[in-house]
């Protein structure tokens, strides 16, 4: 019995990891990722008082003046 549910536990977690592999190095993965960061890195400038909360400071601007996020 604990040989079986230790080959089951074995089989499991290199099929969770190979699937785990494959969601990272998706496209949607690496977008939500960055919206993540810009989301936290948002509020923490919120939180800590440096900044209003004013949704155009969250955006910058290039040489060009286009906004960029």
């Given at each position: 019995m604990n040989y079986r549910?230790?080959?089951?536990?074995?089989?499991?977690?290199?099929?969770?990891?190979?699937a785990l592999a494959g969601v990272v190095y998706t496209d949607a993965y690496s977008h939500t990722a960055k919206t993540e960061v810009r989301g936290v890195r948002a509020l923490t400038l919120v939180a800590s008082g440096d900044k209003p909360c004013d949704p155009a400071s969250m955006l910058s601007s290039n040489e060009l003046g286009t906004v960029q996020q």
């Amino acid at each position: 019995m604990n040989y079986r549910d230790a080959i089951f536990a074995t089989i499991a977690l290199a099929l969770t990891s190979v699937a785990l592999a494959g969601v990272v190095y998706t496209d949607a993965y690496s977008h939500t990722a960055k919206t993540e960061v810009r989301g936290v890195r948002a509020l923490t400038l919120v939180a800590s008082g440096d900044k209003p909360c004013d949704p155009a400071s969250m955006l910058s601007s290039n040489e060009l003046g286009t906004v960029q996020q």
